[in-house]
């Protein structure tokens, strides 16, 4: 609770910083309490590939969005608590948090200034898949992100950005590490056309684990964003990431004594050049819409190391009617761990179809059914399905000032 007082804290510096010189002016409130009440079935609920435990599990999100919105001046808050009750594994019953926090403000007509914070206390595997590529058991974890930024017009095509990030993840269990992360990134872009923009990013960052293990990293990319009307976009960046990884490694040493094998931690230094891709597609039409993104990167993980990932995310939304909506999302990752002497491959794969139902214009019915297996190679090698079935119903209520 210390911690989320200190996220209100922040918050309301924020605030007077960037809203403080807005008093005046025109201004939009918006207040978005609602709710969310949800049964899910999940087969696996560990993900693991021996001795599965399947569950029912129902929860209950209440849930804040603001937003405020000025010609000079943006704001947007998400609160939201998530209570977990497992049927027949009540050890698991828990509470998870979630906080984010994005504002910007133009201090004159060429300068901007940004700031976001995030927090999120969860004991889910969801969230560590779509970071890092990889999948943990079932653990307590703990993540709180922030970050400034500013942006400069140099000119009326070109502009510049340079933006800080810093995270922190401390996981419930001993048998992860702890990481915190620093991300600084520089970036130019320049309107070409209408409906092209050149894009450059430099990329720097710097993660420290637990374990000692540390990897620093220098990026440059290249790329373009495109627009066409409403219809579709296109966002493409690609360079290189460039690591130097410091790790620890266990290196068998001679006996002092006889019987006593030592096996001391040797320091290791090691680098590594690997491709940079984000690509980014959508496609909108009257009754629905298309989106796919794939990112080729890499990122902290839990086993005290960096994971080089490829994820595919595909989303398909069609209206059936006027209140039935269908939605399928097929996803796709692999990962291998980045350590000197490691042989570690996930492949995860999966896909969701879902149906929602509008009761009201607040209040809406959801079912999906979501499949996924996941395979490892390396020194120990698995496979296992995962299948789970959520009911969900929504409500929520616009406030505006």
């Not at 891709?277 to 959508?282: D, Q």
């Not at 491959?345 to 059914?369: C, D, H, I």
């Not at 996941?374 to 000032?401: A, E, M, Q």
């Amino acid at each position: 609770m210390g911690r989320g007082r200190r996220i209100w804290q922040c918050l309301w510096t924020v605030w007077l910083i960037l809203g403080g010189s807005t008093v005046g002016l025109s201004a939009d409130w918006v207040v978005r309490p609602g709710i969310e009440l949800k049964g899910q079935f999940l087969s696996n609920i560990n993900n693991s590939p021996t001795n599965r435990q399947s569950d029912y599990i129902v929860s209950a999100r209440p849930n804040v969005s603001l937003s405020y919105n000025t010609e000079i001046t943006q704001f947007q808050g998400d609160i939201a608590v998530s209570g977990l009750r497992y049927i027949q594994n009540s050890g698991y019953d828990r509470i998870n948090q979630y906080y984010s926090f994005s504002a910007g403000h133009k201090v004159t007509p060429r300068l901007g200034v940004q700031a976001r914070l995030g927090f999120v206390s969860d004991s889910t595997a969801t969230e560590e898949l779509q970071a890092s590529g990889t999948v943990i058991n079932r653990r307590l974890r703990t993540s709180f992100s922030a970050g400034p930024g500013l942006s400069y017009a140099l000119t009326e095509r070109w502009s510049t950005s340079l933006n800080y990030g810093f995270n922190t993840v401390l996981y419930q269990s001993g048998d992860y590490n702890n990481y915190e992360g620093h991300n600084l990134t520089q970036g130019f872009d320049y309107i070409l056309t209408e409906k092209t923009t050149l894009l450059s990013r430099v990329t720097a960052t710097y993660y420290k684990y637990t374990n000692n293990n540390s990897v620093a990293t220098l990026g440059p990319q290249l790329g373009f964003s495109y627009k066409y009307l409403e219809k579709w976009g296109m966002t493409f960046l690609g360079g290189l990431t460039i690591n130097r990884v410091r790790s620890n490694v266990r290196v068998v040493a001679a006996p002092v004594f006889p019987g006593f094998l030592e096996i001391p931690q040797q320091l290791q230094t090691s680098s590594q050049v690997a491709p940079f891709v984000s690509l980014g597609l959508n496609y909108q039409w009257q009754t629905g819409n298309l989106v796919f993104n794939y990112s080729r990167s890499q990122s902290a993980n839990a086993y005290g190391n960096q994971s080089q990932y490829n994820s595919f995310n595909f989303n398909a939304n069609q209206a059936l009617t006027e209140r039935l909506n269908f939605t399928v999302n097929p996803y796709f990752y692999t990962s291998a761990i980045d350590n000197p002497g490691s042989d570690y491959n996930s492949y995860y794969y999966g896909v969701r179809p879902g149906l929602n139902y509008k009761l009201t214009e607040r209040a809406s019915l959801g079912a999906s059914y979501g499949f996924s297996y996941r395979t490892v190679t390396g020194k120990n090698s698995y496979s296992y399905p995962v299948s789970d079935v959520w009911l969900t119903f929504n409500y929520s209520y616009p406030i505006h000032y």
